[in-house]
C-alpha cells in the first residue's frame, strides 16, 4: 500500500482551477515533509510546493506557481491539497505527492531525493 496516495487529476481549459489531495498520514503531518511535484515525459522531475508542520512551521513554493497555487492541510482528511488557480497550458503534467518521513531544511525542500515515498502520479492536462 502507497504511504501517499494523489487524487482529482482532469482536464481543464486555460485559466480554469483545480485541487489536487494528497492521502497522506497522520503522522506525516506530525514529524514529515510532504510535497508536491510534477513531470512531463522526457523531463525532469519539477519542484511544486512543500510543507512541514513540525518545528518552524514552513511551506515553500516554486517560483513558475508562486501567487496561482496554494498547499493547505485538511485535518479531517489527513490529505494535504494543492489547489491551483489560473492554470495555463504549461502547467500540464503528471503531478506527484511525495513524503519524507523528516523535517527537511528549508533549503532543501525542492530537492527530490530528500523524499523517501512517492504516489504513483495524477495527470493534469490544460488546454488552451
Known amino acids: 500500500q502507497a504511504e501517499v496516495q494523489e487524487s482529482g487529476g482532469k482536464l481543464v481549459q486555460a485559466g480554469a482551477s483545480l485541487t489536487l489531495s494528497c492521502a497522506a498520514s497522520a503522522r506525516s503531518f506530525r514529524t514529515g515533509t510532504l510535497a508536491w511535484f510534477r513531470q512531463v515525459p522526457g523531463q525532469d522531475r519539477e519542484f511544486v510546493a512543500a510543507s512541514r508542520w513540525s518545528g518552524t512551521p514552513i511551506t515553500k513554493y516554486a517560483e513558475s506557481v508562486q501567487g496561482r497555487f496554494t498547499v493547505s492541510r485538511d485535518n479531517a482528511k489527513d490529505t494535504f491539497d494543492l489547489q491551483m488557480s489560473s492554470l495555463k497550458p504549461e502547467d500540464t503534467a503528471i503531478y506527484y505527492c511525495?513524503?519524507?518521513?523528516?523535517?527537511?531544511?528549508?533549503?532543501?525542500?525542492?530537492?527530490?531525493?530528500?523524499?523517501?515515498?512517492w504516489g504513483q502520479g495524477t495527470q493534469v492536462t490544460v488546454s488552451s
Open positions: 511525495a513524503e519524507s518521513r523528516g523535517t527537511i531544511v528549508p533549503s532543501q525542500m525542492a530537492w527530490s531525493g530528500r523524499y523517501q515515498y
